[in-house]
């Protein structure tokens, strides 16, 4: 079946260094893509989109990346800060008809170590 | 509100019992969402409504869960007769637009307890 999904389930770094989070997904017709963060006991939290017609999209010391030929993308975070640990998950949008709704993949823990 | 809200955060429900869960989301947004996660998992889609029209229940696991957003507004997930494995967190979230292709804004989620 189709499918979003992250390669590690858990990814530690050191305070200040750069973190790179990567996603694979398999519905080769989706076309938006969205990072979100997730603290303990809260919501999950928009990071940064992308759409197909694009290969990268840069925020706040947050860059992503899409590569639409091995269908997988990255979210790379500059500079990684204490406040960046939680769960971070990827999430396509998959359209049918009208309406859309965002598939998840599980999840990757971020540990930053200080 | 500045941000979707939910009610109550924390539930315990006795197995059997029935249960609503409530969804504010930001004004003006036509797009509503519903979500499940369980421990140790990302979300996963229940149902959604444009409006007040419910357009994809798909997600739902049974006919024991019900939603209704009857004025396009506030939006109630109902489960009835609850079960051990309906325990979950609960996300709402919505959108500006309808279609589900802009970015929406989650809620801090209710978390359901059946024992």
């Known amino acids: 079946g189709e499918s979003v999904g992250l390669h590690l389930p858990t990814l530690s770094v050191q305070e200040g260094d750069n973190s790179i989070i990567n996603c694979a997904y398999s519905?080769?017709?989706?076309?938006?893509f969205i990072w979100y963060k997730q603290e303990s006991g809260k919501g999950p939290q928009f990071i940064i989109d992308i759409r197909s017609n694009m290969d990268k999209r840069q925020g706040q010391r947050v860059t992503v990346l899409l590569n639409k030929t091995v269908k997988h993308l990255s979210l790379q975070i500059a500079a990684t800060q204490p406040g960046d640990s939680a769960v971070y998950f990827c999430a396509e949008n998959r359209f049918s008809g009208n309406t859309g709704k965002l598939i998840f993949g599980q999840g990757t823990t971020l540990q930053v170590k200080p | 509100g500045a941000g979707v809200s939910q009610s109550p955060r924390y539930k315990v429900a006795k197995r059997g019992q029935d249960v609503a869960l409530r969804c504010d989301p930001i004004s003006g947004h036509v797009s509503l969402f519903w979500y499940q996660q369980a421990l140790g998992q990302g979300p996963e889609f229940l149902t959604y409504?444009?409006?007040?029209?419910?357009?994809?229940k798909s997600g739902l696991p049974s006919d024991r869960f019900f939603a209704e957003r009857p004025e396009g507004s506030v939006s109630t997930l109902k489960i009835q007769r609850t079960q051990q494995e309906d325990s979950a967190v609960y996300l709402c979230?919505?959108?500006?637009?309808?279609?589900?292709?802009?970015?929406?804004?989650f809620g801090q989620g209710t978390r359901l307890t059946v024992v």
């Open positions: 409504f444009q409006n007040e029209a419910q357009l994809d």
């Open positions: 979230a919505s959108s500006l637009a309808g279609g589900g292709d802009t970015e929406a804004f």
């Open positions: 519905n080769s017709a989706s076309d938006y």
